[in-house]
C-alpha cells in the first residue's frame, strides 16, 4: 500500500495570522490538523502544541491492533490536551487558549480516526463525499435534536460556540472511530474555514475534477475565499494508490 498526501494552509481574507497547524507523516501513516483558539497568540500555540506532542505519540502507534490504536490514539489526545491545559495556567498570555482537533491513523487493513471540536473528517469513495465526523458544537447539538427550522439554521447565532475543545479543560472528551479502507479511497481533513463556507456537493464537485491533490485543495481553498470565508482555511488530503 502507498499512501499520497498533499496539505494546504491559507491565512485567509480577514485574520492577522494563521492559528491552523497541519502535519502528515505518510509513512506512519498519521495525519493531523488543528484549530487554534484564544487571545493574543495562544490559538497558534495550542494548535502547535497539540500537533506536536501527537507527532511524538505516533510514532510508537506502529504495528498495533485495531483496539491498541484506538486506545493509544486516545491516550495520545489527553496527553496533549494535558499539556496544553498547564501551559495555559502558568502564562497569563495563554490562559485560556484551546483547539479543536481531527486525527487520522491508516494502516494496511483500517483506518483510526479521531476529533473534538469542529474541524471535520471527509472520505469520497467512489466519487461519493461523505461527512464521517460530527461538529461538537452549539450549532450541530441543536441541528441534531430537530429543533431548528431550515430559515433558523441559515441564522442561528451561536454557530461558533465549540462544546469540546482540547486544552481547555483538565479532561478532553475526543470521538474515536474505526473504518475500513478500500483502495483509492480518498480521505481529507479540513478546518472550519473550509466547510462553514462550502456545501458537501461543491466539494465533491471540486475533488472529482481532477486527480491531484494539490489541485483540489488549491481550487477547495480559492472558493472558499470567493464565497466569503473570514476564516483560516486548511486541508489535508489522503488517497490510497497502488
Not at 480516526?113 to 465526523?133: F, M, N, P, V
Not at 458544537?137 to 451561536?158: D, I, M, N, R, V
Not at 483502495?183 to 486527480?211: A, C, K, P, W
Request: hydrophobic content about 40%; aromatic content about 8%.
Amino acid at each position: 500500500m502507498h499512501l499520497k498526501s498533499f496539505g494546504l494552509s491559507d491565512i485567509g481574507m480577514n485574520r492577522p495570522n494563521n492559528e491552523d497547524v497541519w502535519a502528515a507523516l505518510p509513512e506512519l501513516g498519521f495525519f493531523a490538523l488543528a484549530d487554534g483558539m484564544g487571545g493574543h497568540k495562544g490559538g497558534e500555540v495550542a494548535a502547535k502544541e497539540a500537533i506536536d506532542s501527537l507527532l511524538v505519540s505516533a510514532k510508537d502507534m506502529q504495528h498495533k491492533s485495531c483496539m491498541e490504536l484506538v486506545i493509544e490514539i486516545r491516550h495520545a489526545i489527553q496527553v496533549a490536551n494535558r499539556w496544553i491545559y498547564q501551559m495555559g495556567q502558568k502564562s497569563e498570555d495563554l490562559a485560556g487558549m484551546g483547539t479543536t482537533l481531527c486525527c487520522l491513523h491508516w494502516t494496511e487493513d483500517f483506518i483510526v480516526y479521531a476529533h473534538i471540536g469542529d474541524s471535520r473528517i471527509y472520505r469520497l469513495r467512489k466519487k461519493k463525499l461523505e461527512l464521517l465526523t460530527q461538529d461538537h458544537s452549539l450549532f450541530a447539538k441543536w441541528q441534531a435534536s430537530g429543533k431548528l427550522s431550515e430559515e433558523c439554521q441559515t441564522s442561528f447565532p451561536y454557530k461558533n460556540v465549540i462544546t469540546r475543545t482540547l486544552g481547555t479543560a483538565h479532561f478532553a472528551k475526543p470521538e474515536v472511530a474505526v473504518a475500513p479502507h478500500e483502495m483509492e479511497d480518498l480521505y481529507f481533513l479540513s478546518s472550519d474555514g473550509l466547510h462553514d463556507v462550502l456545501t458537501l456537493q461543491e466539494m465533491e464537485r471540486i475533488i472529482n475534477t481532477s486527480d491531484d491533490l494539490e489541485f483540489s485543495c488549491k481550487n477547495l481553498i480559492e472558493l472558499a475565499k470567493f464565497k466569503g470565508s473570514c476564516d483560516n482555511i486548511t486541508l489535508l488530503m489522503i488517497q490510497s494508490s497502488t
